[in-house]
């Protein structure tokens, strides 16, 4: 019996890093039934693309991703992962490594993204993505700490 997107997304595993996971390799792969399976079927789910407007709702995610689906596979890695996590979300800021297809040959963008999990009945469910503009050099990572409180 084939899996629905919810059944496949339950099968993935008991954690938000399970989905992330799940999510990641839908990109690489073009299929929007196992991307949309990681995504949680609420109505105030969101999704911003790099420099795009704020898309709301599980219908509009799915219609970007389809659109960007149509020139292809999304190449990308996740890497430089940091998380907060409770016991009903968790929060992971991804540096995205995305390779770019040129005239001159492969080429690499950098993305800064933020993943939002939530906890569901039905597991563990991205409820936001929201992408930064890419650069074409690597981000430098700032871990001093800060003295000054905002």
Request: charged letters at 25%; proline letters at 6%.
């Amino acid at each position: 019996m084939p899996k629905t997107p919810l059944r496949a997304a339950a099968a993935i595993g008991g954690t938000a890093d399970d989905v992330e996971a799940a999510f990641y390799e839908a990109l690489q792969r073009g299929d929007i039934d196992a991307l949309m399976g990681c995504w949680s079927d609420d109505d105030e789910v969101f999704c911003v693309h790099p420099g795009g407007p704020r898309l709301v709702g599980p219908v509009a995610i799915r219609a970007a991703f389809e659109q960007m689906f149509g020139h292809g596979a999304i190449h990308v890695r996740p890497a430089r992962v940091r998380k907060v996590e409770s016991l009903a979300s968790a929060v992971h800021n991804v540096l995205e490594r995305i390779e770019v297809i040129t005239a001159e040959g492969p080429q690499h963008a950098f993305v800064l993204a933020t993943n939002v999990y939530h906890k569901t009945a039905q597991g563990w469910r991205l409820v936001a993505h929201h992408a930064s503009p890419g650069s074409a050099r690597e981000p430098d990572e700032d871990d001093t700490a800060r003295q000054t409180l905002h």
